[in-house]
């Protein structure tokens, strides 16, 4: 699957910035459809994608669609909104907090499933562990940043998802996975 440029990182996470800003300032959110760093090919996919929001190195709300609903640029307005005030862990952003976050964007591949937990690389994937009603989700940096291994991202999935530790040892849970690429402002200087 093709992967966003430089370029292109740098305008999503632009857009994304600019949607947070304008929805503080209570205007209308950009129409990327109408901006010309849009028009390339890739911006008409329907990805899955994440906005993760940071303040001095602090989780400050993430929210994001799993499955390809919109084109990405749609996806990112909607995401970078939802992270800065639907995020139901946090109060909504205010206006003094905006100058400090962080903004980082995942960007999803298709989700598949696993069918054998050594399938699972550290670093690449991201997991998805449900179970009846409960569902869990962590992005692939999540294991790296807390240096898990294999199992203990399995486990912390499942406590995500509300269930036991070991849900994922059981037959009636399914285990899926995808990859993202990753990108934020930090890492791209901006």
């Known amino acids: 699957m093709k992967e966003l440029t430089v ?23 950009p129409e990327p459809e109408k901006m010309s760093e849009f028009r390339d090919e890739i911006f008409s996919e329907k990805r899955g994608a994440f906005v993760t ?22 996806t990112i307005i ?14 909504p952003l205010k206006r003094e907090e905006f100058g400090k976050i962080d903004i980082e964007i995942s960007v999803l591949t ?22 009846g009603y409960r569902q869990g989700l962590l992005l692939p940096q999540v294991a790296t940043e807390y240096g898990w291994g294999r199992e203990q991202f399995l486990e912390h999935t499942c406590y995500k998802a509300g269930l036991p530790q070991d849900a994922w040892k059981w037959k009636d849970t399914k285990i899926e996975k995808f990859s993202a690429q990753v990108f934020g402002e930090k890492e791209l200087g901006m």
């Open 7 to 29: 370029e292109q990182q740098k305008n999503v996470l632009s857009l994304a910035r600019v949607t947070i800003k304008n929805a503080l300032e209570r205007l209308p959110a």
């Open 53 to 74: 929001l940071h303040i001095q190195g602090r989780l400050r709300g993430c929210i994001g669609y799993i499955a390809g609903i919109k084109p990405i640029p749609e």
């Open 78 to 91: 909607d995401m970078a909104i939802a992270s800065a005030f639907k995020d139901p862990r946090f109060p």
């Open 110 to 131: 298709p989700i598949e499933p696993v069918s054998n937990v050594e399938e699972i690389h550290i670093g690449r994937d991201g997991l998805i562990i449900s179970n």
